[in-house]
């Protein structure tokens, strides 16, 4: 089982990007998904996270600007990201509880050029 993200990329301030990540494998149960990144000489930060229940928690910084979602049949969750601003460049990384194993995906740069 692995989590693979994909779409990320270089855009203006104030453009859009959304992030995809697919949990392939044999996957039998997924709870929590979630994003996260860490930008160049920082902590790895939560951005966003979005329960098996259905509820969503998002950083401060990316209220308002972000969407994330989920596709439970595809076994797939999504970041739309709106009003990008250069703060938001960091390295993106998906999480989720996958068969009740905490997985991490490959990072996926996002570049907010001012």
């Known amino acids: 089982v692995q989590l693979q993200a994909s779409g990320g990329g270089l855009v203006q301030t104030g453009g859009s990007l959304r992030l995809s990540c697919v949990a392939s494998?044999?996957?039998?149960?997924?709870?929590?998904m979630g994003w996260y990144r860490q930008a160049l000489g920082k902590q790895r930060e939560l951005v966003a996270v979005?329960?098996?229940?259905?509820?969503?928690k998002y950083a401060d910084s990316v209220k308002g600007r972000f969407t994330i979602s989920r596709d439970n049949a595809k076994n797939t969750v999504y970041l739309q990201m709106n009003n990008l601003k250069p703060d938001d460049t960091a390295v993106y990384y998906c999480?989720?509880?996958?068969?009740?194993?905490?997985?991490w995906g490959q990072g996926t740069q996002v570049t907010v050029s001012s």
């Open positions: 494998g044999s996957v039998f149960s997924i709870n929590d």
């Open positions: 999480n989720g509880v996958i068969n009740r194993y905490p997985l």
């Open positions: 979005s329960t098996a229940g259905g509820s969503t």
